[in-house]
């Protein structure tokens, strides 16, 4: 059984730094699509990040520049650093996996999710 476990969420100042971190388990993570979607109150989830089971990488032009999707595949592990984080970062942020090798365009229709991680950015 495939599960998604976030950590690292909290509250952080703009112009500072956080790393979410997804444990996953019940499957290997190198061959997956992995990617982090956040939703803010009163918005509808938006991809943020999205990594291909080769490493190759993409970004939502909102955070492109800021923030940096990785895995380590070793620990089954999903990162996301989020340096300079702007108050308009401020959402949950999930974690969600596909079983394939290169991600779908549209996040949203990946088929396993995390419960998800709260970010508050503060001016």
């Known amino acids: 059984q495939v599960q998604l476990v976030e950590s690292g969420g909290g509250s952080v100042q703009a112009g500072g730094s956080l790393r979410l971190s997804c444990a996953a388990s019940?499957?290997?993570?190198?061959?997956?699509?992995m990617g982090w979607v956040r939703q803010a109150p009163g918005k509808e989830r938006e991809g943020v990040a999205a990594i291909d089971s080769d490493g190759s990488t993409r970004y939502a032009d909102s955070v492109k520049g800021r923030f940096t999707i990785s895995k380590d595949n070793a620990k089954n592990t999903l990162y996301l650093e989020m340096n300079s984080p702007k108050p308009e970062d401020t959402a949950t942020y999930y974690c969600s996996a596909d079983p394939r090798w290169r991600c779908r365009k549209n996040q949203l229709e990946y088929m396993y999710w995390g419960r998800g991680t709260q970010v508050t950015v503060s001016s």
């Open positions: 019940g499957y290997t993570l190198s061959s997956y699509c």
